[in-house]
């Protein structure tokens, strides 16, 4: 087994009570990489991605970060969550901006210790990541859908992990908004040095920024580079979909499929 | 005033027992408030009188434990019950919320037999409901002292954990923190606070000084720090003027504390009104 694999997945399969949501997922993500995870909804993706975090238990299989199983695993700080729910907190919560991105250290800071002035800088260098330092006296619940996801992703940086994990951030984003969101992580992977794996259920859009693809529905379709994957046909992606799916790709960039 | 207040050492007890409370019941109630969990404060309570209607009767049937302070019967009870409300939520994963009005009617319904059985409703019951400037005793004064001191603590040294708690508990888990126990730590203290609590403003209006300071707080507090420091600011402003009027009119404290702490909220809803209209107007200029 390779030394920079950030995350393994042998043979995974997950039940919710009788119904299998996740069946033999075998995966590997690799230092430096950006990894896109699509599949349409309900295909167990953020099942996929809890049990990566430990936060469900696989019926069947291992997962091992950063070459440890995910059980014993301690080094928290070492990965950044971005949750779907993110986004759906409770918005009236009095708190400031720099409060909510100071909780990313939690896991660093240790029982018995208290944020002290270095948190409090590295906090705001997060937020100068994610160009949101002028807000840091904002209370969370003030800004706008964006500007808070900008936020999570701050709290997520701030522990200063090697592995993002971002499920679903755009939901909620508008479209303008959505294009800055890709060249922040772009930067994240190339300048930092950060691997990212991303879900997203936006296939076009993800396969064009992303290094590497993981179309699942239930079951893994396909695993490869992004470019690979442009020679995946509709065909496939009709039958992992369950009904006739085109993917249109256009001149700008930008990619879609309907039904 | 001042005079009774060095004459008299249950004055004394009331009045420290009560400043402590003011502190400790909106610092707690801080958090309780955020996580959506202002019932829970009700149930704790309720089901604190069944300890005391528990202890009531042992007292009239086994005259050796005539020196309990029934206080301390409530207390175990409210522990109890908090422990209990943790295993009901689990239960029922999906209604978490059904664990309150279970816990709350139980205990008032055992309680009322309880009491009924020793022949309880008097005067007593009554300084139980709605609080008291005499119950205070001095070993009573000295265990909420205890209480408030454990709570101080635990809350500064776990600041950090609970907040992340309160705010989102996935990213919580996901940071490794140690949910359930802190979780339950937590309750157990509300339990105790509001067994503490219970003898100056009453088990029917406890829940009030947990929660009415902070919803004050919340109006007006940016951060999380200032919403605390309001909280225990108005809690304390509350109890204060609450038990001074409380002795001069001879009424209830219950009642004073919180028809004050209601002020107060009145108080700070109109002054964002006003600060909101103010600002808007600025900006139209």
């Known amino acids: 087994m390779a030394e920079n694999n950030i995350l393994e997945l042998n043979n995974v399969s997950f039940k919710y009570e009788k119904e299998t949501v996740v069946k033999d997922v075998s995966m590997t993500i690799q230092e430096g990489q950006f990894f896109g995870l699509v599949g ?45 729910k993110a986004n759906s907190f409770n918005s009236g919560f009095p708190a400031t901006v720099l409060e ?15 944020y002290n002035k270095k948190d409090r800088e590295k906090a705001m260098k997060a937020l100068k990541t994610v160009e949101m330092e002028a807000y840091s006296d904002y209370n969370i619940g003030e800004l706008s859908g964006g500007q808070q996801q900008r ?41 930092e040095g950060i691997t990212l794996l991303m879900v997203s259920h936006d296939i076009g859009t993800i396969t064009e920024h992303a290094s590497h693809v993981v179309c699942m529905n239930k079951t893994i379709h396909f695993h490869g580079a992004s470019h690979e ?12 979909y369950g009904h006739p799916v085109q993917q249109l790709t256009h001149n700008h960039g930008e990619a879609e499929y309907n039904d | 005033m001042i005079e009774s207040f060095l004459t008299y050492e249950f004055l004394q007890n009331a009045a420290l027992a009560g400043i402590m409370i003011g502190f400790v019941a909106p610092l707690l109630g801080v958090f309780i408030v955020v996580r959506r969990l ?26 050796a434990i005539n020196e309990w302070n029934p206080v301390y019967m409530g207390m175990a009870f409210s522990v109890a019950g908090a422990v209990l409300i943790e295993k009901l939520r689990k239960v029922y994963k999906h209604y978490e919320e059904l664990a309150i009005p279970i816990i709350l009617s139980g205990g008032i319904g055992l309680g009322v037999i309880l009491i009924s059985l020793a022949d309880g409703f008097n005067t007593d019951l009554f300084s139980y409901l709605f609080g008291s400037v005499t119950a205070v005793s001095r070993s009573n004064m000295l265990t909420v002292f205890i209480i408030t001191i454990l709570v101080a603590a635990i809350v500064l040294l776990f600041y950090k954990e609970l907040f992340v708690l309160s705010f989102d508990e996935e990213h919580a888990s996901v940071s490794g923190v140690n949910g359930k126990l802190i979780h339950l730590m937590f309750i157990v203290m509300v339990a105790l606070v509001i067994a503490s609590a219970m003898q100056i403003v009453g088990i029917l209006l406890v829940s009030a000084l947990m929660t009415l300071p902070v919803a004050a707080a919340l109006r007006i507090a940016k951060s999380f720090k200032q919403t605390i420091g309001l909280s225990i600011f108005f809690g ?28 107060i909220l009145i108080m700070a809803i109109t002054y964002r009104k006003v600060s909101t209209q103010f600002s808007l107007k600025g900006e139209a200029l």
Not at chain 2, 236 to 263: D, F, K, M, N, R
């Open chain 1, 40 to 84: 349409p909804n309900g295909s167990g993706k953020s099942t996929l991605i809890k049990l990566m975090l430990g936060l469900l238990k696989p019926t069947k299989g291992s997962i091992r970060l950063f070459g440890v199983p995910v059980r014993h695993f301690k080094h928290w700080e070492d990965i950044g969550f971005v949750s779907q």
């Open chain 1, 100 to 114: 909510v991105v100071k909780t990313g250290l939690v896991s660093k800071t240790g029982l018995f210790r208290f």
């Open chain 1, 151 to 191: 936020v999570f992703i701050a709290r997520a940086l701030v522990s200063e992990p090697e592995f993002l994990i971002l499920d679903e951030p755009t939901v909620g984003v508008d479209a303008k908004h959505v294009a800055d969101f890709y060249k922040l992580l772009r930067r994240l992977n190339r300048e």
């Open chain 1, 229 to 240: 994957y442009n020679a995946f046909s509709n065909d496939d992606l009709s039958q992992l």
């Open chain 2, 38 to 63: 202002s019932l829970i404060a009700d149930a704790l309570s309720h089901i604190t009188l069944t300890g005391i209607a528990a202890s009531l009767l042992l007292e009239k049937r086994i005259n």
């Open chain 2, 236 to 263: 304390e402003l509350s109890v204060i003027i609450g038990l001074i009027t409380s002795y001069q009119l001879s009424v209830p404290p219950g009642g004073t504390i919180v028809v004050t702490a209601i002020l």
